[in-house]
């Protein structure tokens, strides 16, 4: 299943590296844009919310849905479209 993972890190505590690091653990990720994430995994969307939640506070946002194709873009690195064409069903 692939997962558009969204976030936004409210102050005080703003712990993207962490986060970024965690979402980046996952074998098959893509940056698309500005706390924007995809990743594919076997694990469920609460899973996710769930493994990447732990490193955001009250205040923060995550979103975490499924994407499939057909999906549409403009503006991404080449690398990214590849990565879409490659891993979308």
């Known amino acids: ?6 976030y936004e890190l409210r102050p ?9 690091e965690r979402i980046k653990s996952y074998s098959k ?4 844009c500005e706390s ?4 594919k995994t ?3 969307a ?8 732990v490193y955001i506070d009250g205040n923060d946002k995550l979103f975490v849905g ?3 194709a057909p999906a549409a873009w403009k503006g991404l690195p080449q690398e990214v479209s590849e990565w879409i064409k490659t891993n979308l069903d």
């Open 42 to 44: 076997e694990e469920t």
């Open 36 to 39: 924007t994430y995809l990743i």
């Open 66 to 68: 499924t994407i499939s």
């Open 46 to 53: 609460a899973q996710v919310r769930d493994a990447l939640g």
């Open 29 to 32: 990720w893509a940056y698309v």
């Open 12 to 20: 005080p505590t703003q712990r993207y590296n962490s986060l970024v």
């Open 1 to 6: 299943m692939i997962y558009i993972v969204s």
